[in-house]
């Protein structure tokens, strides 16, 4: 029978690792580092974040993972470890839909890690006019929520602006009830939230708080902030909102249904390379005339291509045209994707390739 360690002898072991942690991470920071002076000696506008090469790199170590840590806890950790490394060749400016505090800067930390330098922004379009000026390295914008369907002022954004998709995140939504230390429990006559977290919520505050007011706001870090202020109010955020705003929880995950989820996009300049497994997304304008959508989905599904996301928006240029915004697993530069891509701009008046890019690792 084998003895048990000492918990004196566990922690001695603890500490040799963790002196080994240290050395090995700080081997990663140098060698970082170095690549920085590779690439400006040989190209003074070089690129140092590659989303394809950061996606390969956390799907390698997942793959590789042998546990007792389960492999997204272990991809988010090597994700922090990278971010830092990058910080030292070059800081990640990122701008969000914010105030400070909502899911978008959430996406943000979790898509780039804590080293990044995130930025609020008021609106959606100013995401997209930061990153088209170059003021910013990348823009993370909200697209789609599993409860509530489409985000279409980030659609529309894209009809007009020459920025390219370069990643994408996926974020599990998790709702709380949150009030100021202040708020009277059971005098709550008023909760504030953005409009799509109070349709996240129907329910549920329809058999808690069926008399209350419901008062939508810009964002739910807005509507932490206002309780801030109120003695009868609560507002509906996460839990980067209650630790900003120092509320208290009185109830948590309200959300109707437990898979909620949202998914953002990384929006940037540059064009991605193949990472192994990748996402294409279009935008098309078709002529008015029958069978046009068949005419369009036809060559995807001869070529065998998974289409993830169909999306219909008006189009600006004329009464009851359409524009259609289309996700499918793939990358440009797969021959069987340019060819599909030909084949469509022949049926439609026009395409545009908004971006190919890894599909969310974590």
């Not at 909200?142 to 994408?168: A, K, Q, Y």
Request: glycine share 4%; proline share 5%.
């Amino acid at each position: 029978m084998t003895d048990t360690p000492s918990l004196d002898s566990l922690r001695e072991r603890i500490d040799e690792l963790d002196n080994e942690i240290l050395r090995l991470i700080s081997a990663r920071a140098d060698c970082a580092k170095q690549v920085a002076e590779v690439k400006t000696q040989s190209d003074t506008g070089a690129v140092f974040y590659r989303p394809e090469r950061e996606a390969q790199v956390l799907r390698r170590i997942m793959e590789l993972n042998p546990g007792p840590l389960n492999s997204e806890e272990m991809a988010r950790l090597f994700r922090e470890i990278m971010s830092a490394c990058l910080a030292l060749e070059q800081p990640t400016k990122v701008a969000y839909l914010g105030p400070e505090g909502t899911f978008t800067q959430q996406a943000a930390l979790k898509h780039f890690g804590h080293s990044a330098v995130s930025m609020p922004m008021a609106a959606i379009d100013e995401v997209f006019r930061e990153v088209e000026a170059g003021a910013v390295n990348y823009g993370v914008v909200p697209v789609e929520n599993s409860t509530e369907g489409v985000v279409s002022h980030t659609l529309d954004s894209f009809i007009d602006s020459s920025i390219h998709i370069c990643g994408e995140v996926v974020l599990r939504i998790h709702h709380h009830l949150l009030i100021a230390d202040t708020t009277l429990r059971d005098k709550i006559s008023r909760i504030y939230s953005h409009p799509q977290s109070l349709a996240q919520c129907r329910k549920w505050l329809d058999a808690h708080y069926p008399r209350a007011e419901r008062v939508p706001v810009s964002s739910n870090a807005e509507a932490a902030r206002m309780v801030k202020s109120e003695w009868h109010s609560a507002a509906i955020a996460g839990d980067m909102a209650a630790r900003l705003y120092g509320l208290d929880k009185i109830a948590e995950k309200i959300e109707d249904r437990p898979d909620n989820s949202t998914r953002f996009l990384i929006i940037g300049s540059q064009h991605v390379p193949m990472s192994g497994e990748d996402k294409t997304s279009i935008v098309v304008a078709m002529r008015n005339q029958p069978g046009a959508l068949h005419d369009l989905l036809e060559p995807f599904h001869r070529h065998q291509i998974d289409l993830t996301r169909l999306e219909t928006r008006p189009s600006r240029t004329g009464v009851w045209n359409y524009v259609f915004f289309i996700d499918f697993k793939g990358h440009v530069d797969e021959p069987r994707v340019a060819a599909v891509l030909e084949e469509v701009r022949l049926r439609a008046s026009e395409v545009k390739v908004l971006g190919s890019y890894p599909v969310g690792v974590m």
